[in-house]
T-cell receptor, first 111, second 115 residues
Framework: DQQVKQNSPSLSVQEGRISILNCDYTNSMFDYFLWYKKYPAEGPTFLISISSIKDKNEDGRFTVFLNKSAKHLSLHIVPSQPGDSAVYFCAASHTGNQFYFGTGTSLTVIP | EPEVTQTPSHQVTQMGQEVILRCVPISNHLYFYWYRQILGQKVEFLVSFYNNEISEKSEIFDDQFSVERPDGSNFTLKIRSTKLEDSAMYFC?????????????FGPGTRLTVT
């Protein structure tokens, strides 16, 4: 069951540059998407969400883009900071109860 | 800032034993969830709970699992007879419509090791 995929297990970016994290999904019924950030030994922390009626949502340095036809979403972090180094998970849901998570992308921001 | 807490942080148990993982959700939250993450794998939904009953559960959440809200603050996950493959991090989460129904706040997790 791979309804949500994050194909890049890791990403390294220089401080100040843009980080782009990608996520693909297979279930066209998904209508709500979230991004979480996770540090070691902590639970996931909610970052930003988007519903299927939008194609973009922005919150400070974080922007999520949704391409429904391609079943693809991405998280942009601009500018990237060393404190952004963490594992990022995307998650998708149809009912709002059961969220399907991707396997995560480990982001390293190099000072 | 309010946060979800979980106890214990690490639980070691023998195969076949019962374990209870405890969570204290954020106090004004109404929806509660359990997830698990097997080492190196993705976070997997187990169950959601609202108004004192299960609202949705995954195929992982079989008869060996149960959830309970025994009082106004705790939310527990019981595994009746643990198996080796139950070894994982278990995360509790909570949410409420006033902060965005789908914005789930996670606890730090309980690492369950079944030997």
């Amino acid at each position: 069951d791979q309804q949500v995929k994050q194909n890049s297990p890791s990403l390294s970016v220089q401080e100040g540059r843009i980080s782009i994290l990608n996520c693909d999904y297979t279930n066209s019924m998904f209508d709500y998407f979230l991004w979480y950030k996770k540090y070691p030994a902590e639970g996931p922390t909610f970052l930003i969400s988007i519903s299927s009626i939008k194609d973009k949502n922005e919150d400070g340095r974080f922007t999520v883009f949704l391409n429904k036809s391609a079943k693809h979403l991405s998280l942009h972090i601009v500018p990237s900071q060393p404190g952004d180094s963490a594992v990022y998970f995307c998650a998708a849901s149809h009912t709002g109860n059961q969220f399907y998570f991707g396997t995560g992308t480990s982001l390293t921001v190099i000072p | 800032e309010p946060e979800v807490t979980q106890t214990p942080s690490h639980q070691v148990t023998q195969m076949g034993q019962e374990v209870i993982l405890r969570c204290v959700p954020i106090s004004n939250h109404l929806y509660f969830y359990w997830y698990r993450q097997i080492l190196g794998q993705k976070v997997e939904f187990l169950v959601s709970f609202y108004n004192n009953e299960i609202s949705e559960k995954s195929e992982i959440f079989d008869d060996q699992f149960s959830v309970e809200r025994p009082d106004g603050s705790n939310f527990t996950l019981k595994i009746r007879s643990t198996k080796l493959e139950d070894s994982a991090m278990y995360f509790c989460a909570s949410s409420t419509p006033s902060t965005g129904l789908y914005e789930q706040y996670f606890g730090p997790g309980t690492r369950l090791t079944v030997t």
